[in-house]
């Protein structure tokens, strides 16, 4: 018997004989449902076909021969009483996307209107409320003040979310919105349970995912400086009348706001303020929530926000003292949204809520510490004026890192290197300026002359991150002590800095250029542009000046003189264009051909005479990679190929004094390049190809061509103009669907191809046309691969694929729920919500630790995973192969004779099969060795679960009657590779 009701959440009904749960087939269409699986029968000999498994194609059903000579055999034993639910797949949700900032939403409705609403995306309320935006259509529109907000008062019924994060369940409260406050009430005629001051609310919107169906369709969240609100009333038309006073009401507020009632006290105010979690440099520390606030040339934490109006800050930083790093692009912890703010005392480890939020975050640092040491500069003296000596050394000491010697460790250094950016000892200095000052340029505190900007290096600099990178790969013992012979001192310096035998580049060094020089300038990150300078962008590599040119514009003072004192000077302004001037163009076969070379307007341009009035071929400036210098000749690396079909372009002019004129020139475009233009390197992407977006109504879009690569799906105009035009975080989408459901372009739309897919984030759908249908099948494995659920399991970081191993670790944690587990159905929402936050990032999936979650919901979740495979853990020609064992019993497995070619067939499994097999062997172990039998009749724990998972593992459909022998046979199969000792691995025995 199957279980009589589903998760209370979901809006499916139950399934019934007549009505099988949705099941998705090979081609991402419904198949037919699932069925309770059998124990299987004794199997009698059968003919096989044996063939080699190719994990592409894994996903081919078991050979019909088989599974006619299966159906013949006798019957098994009894199925087990005990039921094993199936979840359900999440199919596409009732989101429609006419354009990113309207959202139709599918409801019933009462009267004979219109059956379709169009609520705003969840961005800021003034969208919703201001006169310009558009409200709730086909409901009365709030134009300045309607009748319901000239009240100002509201009360009424409404389902509020519980907990804090809102992950507890639906009440039913009585809400009372009058004198400024959103109170509610278990029982109206008492004491009210909570308080929302109006003076504490922040935004007001929408609950898109609410909007799918079920019986809190109609919600709306209410965001407050401490937490956020989740509400759901029983009409749109409720919600609306709820939402559209209290935005009015949070409007007024901001409007009237008296600026003596701001809270913070010397933070009140702030240039920026938001939420975002901290930890430690252990990574074992929990990541804690923290309330930010910047202003002026300080940040603040605080444990909360009525800490900060308290203004009892948890630390209190200035940015003279910070240095900023944020991740490589692409990466986990940039995917993740994390950065780090290293001071003059601890290290913060921290990430943002959102990928925005990151930005903004980072952009109010970096404009901190740019103001920080503007007003250094404003407040000290200027860089004309000569600073007292003993007055610059107090300086340079406000980062206490620099009161130690960088090299040695004694007390209170007056030497430093102004190129290099370090402090040290008179001891050291003497072995530095035997060195050379090609190596470090010595100057001393309290006899040289400083300017603020020279102060403002050391600062920034700093002795502490100056060896975290010359020191990076320091062994122990090695560094010398004050007391350390002038041979041992001159041997370590030497090696230190000269042989650069202990320091670490953040990456390869071929990855440094003149193009990432310049983009890190936005990122203030001194240490990085020495690190460029180390690599060997110096000041005689072709563009360079455009780098020194740019830090002077920004105001970066630092930046500037560490260019500055090595070697990087600024030149004369390089011209926008260049005249006409004759070359020779090398061909494909070798030969030089004459052409006439011109830049200008952004085209270089490829003329066949002096007087030619049109070019025989331009290449935009976007389409410029790099420029290379050979000596008589120079090339340049293209994004499209040109006129001799290739992406390299050699060049030579006839005057051969030409040649590091135009590099110069051509290398400073370059650099003047954005970094999204010219730059994109489609050869690292995972697919790439021209697709057709669908918008509203059906209407097809300009063809753009798209790219996959970090989990993003990333768009721009052409090969030939590879300029971004946006993107797709891969991440955030709730599911990636090889079809398009009827009406998710609008009631009216029409539109019919092969080719289309569909893409739904929790605030959008994307509709894609890739023209036929194996292209969509290519677009949608390659999309899929950016996330876990549904991508292929050798795509996974690990050959365990976290979510497995996250899932299994949890619900053995589970003792109590053993005798229950795999058997009842789970909490729709919740899996949804486990789902997304394992695609987003499973590494760092902390929702399982946070609890919250029953067994059922994380049971369901595991089996989940394995249904979305796109190719079944286990081979079909396992099947086969058991199909020729003679008197095969299910119930004595462990003694069976296999033939060689069985073991050989297991054991050439792909190592992220088996160990993903062997981890669930152990999964299953451990459940039946703590709970050996279940129910009343005392059946075996161990069989129940191999029934379970045995179809599951074989990506086999029990409901089709044609499986059924192979369903049978697929339970012993994994019955026999978790239990017999030729196949079950070490731990498993």
Avoid at 806 to 830: H, I, K, N, V, W
Wanted: proline share 6%.
């Amino acid at each position: 018997p199957r279980p009589s009701s589903h998760a209370s959440s979901s809006s499916t009904p139950p399934p019934t004989p007549t009505q099988p749960k949705p099941r998705l087939s090979a081609d991402g269409g419904e198949a037919s449902a699932v069925a309770p699986p059998r124990l299987p029968p004794k199997l009698a000999p059968a003919p096989a076909s044996p063939s080699s498994w190719n994990p592409a194609n894994a996903k081919a059903a078991a050979p019909s021969r088989l599974a006619e000579a299966m159906l013949q055999k006798k019957k098994g034993p009894p199925r087990p009483p005990m039921p094993i639910h199936r979840p359900q797949r999440n199919h596409d949700s009732k989101v429609f996307a006419g354009s990113k900032s309207i959202v139709a939403v599918e409801i019933e409705d009462d009267d004979d209107g219109a059956d379709y609403v169009a609520l705003p995306a969840p961005k800021r309320v003034s969208s919703l409320f201001s006169e310009s935006g558009e409200s709730i259509k086909k409901l009365e529109t709030y134009k300045g003040q309607s009748t319901v907000v000239s009240q100002r008062t509201l009360t009424g019924f409404l389902s509020k979310k519980g907990g804090k994060t809102g992950t507890k369940g639906w009440d039913k409260r009585w809400f009372d919105l009058s004198d400024g406050e959103l109170k509610y009430f278990k029982d109206k005629e008492k004491k009210a349970n909570g308080v929302i001051p109006v003076s504490q609310m922040v935004d007001i919107r929408p609950t898109i995912s609410g909007t799918l169906g079920g019986k809190h369709a109609h919600r709306f969240e209410l965001d407050t400086p401490d937490r956020t609100y989740y509400f759901s009333a029983d009409t749109v038309a409720e919600m609306t009348e709820w939402m559209m006073l209290i935005g009015a009401l949070i409007q007024d507020k901001d409007k009237n706001k008296d600026k003596s009632e701001a809270v913070g006290g010397e933070m009140s105010d702030p240039d920026k303020a938001g939420w975002i979690q901290i930890r430690g440099n252990d990574l074992r520390q929990k990541w804690v929530r923290h309330y930010l606030a910047i202003k002026g040339d300080s940040m603040c934490f605080y444990g909360s926000y009525d800490e900060f109006a308290k203004e009892k800050a948890s630390d209190r930083i200035n940015f003279l003292f910070v240095n900023l790093k944020t991740p490589v692009a692409g990466s986990k912890k940039d995917r993740n949204n994390q950065f780090q703010i290293l001071t003059n005392g601890p290290t913060f480890e921290c990430r943002a809520e959102s990928a925005g939020e990151l930005k903004s975050i980072v952009g109010a640092i970096q404009a901190g510490i740019q103001y920080a040491y503007s007003q250094m500069k404003s407040d000290k003296t200027t860089d004309t004026e000569k600073i007292p000596n003993v007055k610059a050394l107090e300086m340079m000491r406000e980062n206490p890192n620099n009161i130690i010697c960088a090299d040695c460790g004694a007390s209170k250094p007056d030497w430093a290197s102004i190129n290099l950016g370090v402090m040290f000892c008179l001891d050291c200095c003497g072995i530095h300026r035997g060195l050379g000052v090609h190596i470090t340029k010595c100057r001393s505190a309290m006899m040289d002359e400083w300017s603020t900007s020279l102060i403002s290096l050391l600062v920034g600099i700093g002795n502490r991150n100056s060896n975290d990178f010359w020191e990076c790969a320091l062994p122990d013992g090695v560094k010398p002590t004050l007391t350390a012979t002038n041979e041992d001192r001159a041997s370590y310096i030497r090696k230190k800095y000269v042989d650069r035998e202990f320091a670490t580049f953040r990456k390869d060094v071929s990855e440094y250029t003149i193009q990432t020089m310049k983009l890190n300038l936005k990122t203030d990150d001194l240490m990085l542009t020495l690190e460029h300078i180390l690599a060997g962008i110096g000041p005689d590599h072709p563009g360079a000046n455009a780098v020194l040119s740019e830090a002077t514009k920004l105001g970066l003072d630092a930046h500037a003189e560490l260019l500055r004192q090595n070697g990087f000077e600024l030149t004369e302004d390089v011209p926008d264009e260049r005249e006409r001037e004759a070359f020779q163009l090398q061909d494909v076969d070798g030969s030089w051909k004459a052409v006439w070379i011109e830049y200008g307007g952004g085209m270089l341009s490829l003329l066949p005479a002096a007087d030619a009035l049109h070019p025989d071929e331009s290449v935009p400036a976007g389409a410029l990679k790099a420029v290379d210098d050979m000596g008589e000749h120079f090339e340049l690396a293209l994004a499209t190929p040109v006129v001799v079909g290739s992406t390299r372009l050699a060049l030579r002019p006839v005057n051969p004094e030409s040649v590091q004129s135009w590099v110069i020139f051509l290398s400073s475009i370059v650099a003047e390049l954005p970094s999204s233009s010219g730059m994109f390197d489609f050869a690292s992407c995972s697919k790439v190809g021209m697709l057709t977006r669908i918008g509203g109504g059906g209407v097809p879009q300009k063809p753009r061509l798209f790219a996959v690569r970090d989990a993003q799906l990333r768009y721009f105009t052409s090969r030939e103009d590879p300029q971004e035009l946006g993107c797709i975080d891969c991440r955030s989408l709730r599911s990636i669907m090889p079809m398009v459901s009827p009406g998710c372009l609008g009631p009216d739309a029409v539109f019919e191809s092969d080719g289309a897919f569909s893409l739904a984030s929790e605030d959008a759908l994307f509709v894609l046309d890739a023209g036929t249908s194996e292209e969509k099948l290519s677009w949608v494995c390659a999309l899929r691969n950016t996330q876990v659920f549904g991508a292929s399991i050798d795509s996974q970081t690990t050959t365990v694929p976290f979510v497995v191993d996250q899932c299994c670790t949890f619900l053995e944690s589970q003792e109590s729920a053993f005798d229950q587990l795999y058997a009842m159905p789970g909490d729709r929402e919740r899996i949804d919500e486990l789902k997304v936050a394992f695609n987003r990032d499973a590494e760092q999936c902390q929702l399982l630790a946070a609890g919250g979650y029953s067994a059922n919901d994380v049971a369901n979740l595991l089996q989940l995973y394995f249904m979305e495979l796109p190719a079944p853990l286990l081979p079909p020609i396992l099947l086969t192969d058991l199909a020729e064992v003679d008197d095969l019993d299910f119930d004595d497995l462990a003694s069976l004779t296999l033939s060689p070619r069985i073991v050989d067939t297991a054991a050439q499994l792909p190592d992220s099969n088996r160990d993903t097999l062997d981890r669930m062997s152990q999964h299953v172990h451990h459940i039946a060795k703590l709970c050996p039998v279940y129910g009343a009749e005392g059946a075996s724990t161990l069989d129940r679960l191999v029934c379970v998972f045995g179809p599951l593992l074989f990506g086999l459909d029990e409901s089709n009657e044609a499986n059924e022998a192979a369903v049978s046979l697929a339970t012993c199969s994994v019955k026999l590779l978790w239990t017999h000792p030729a196949l079950a691995t070490h731990s498993t025995q």
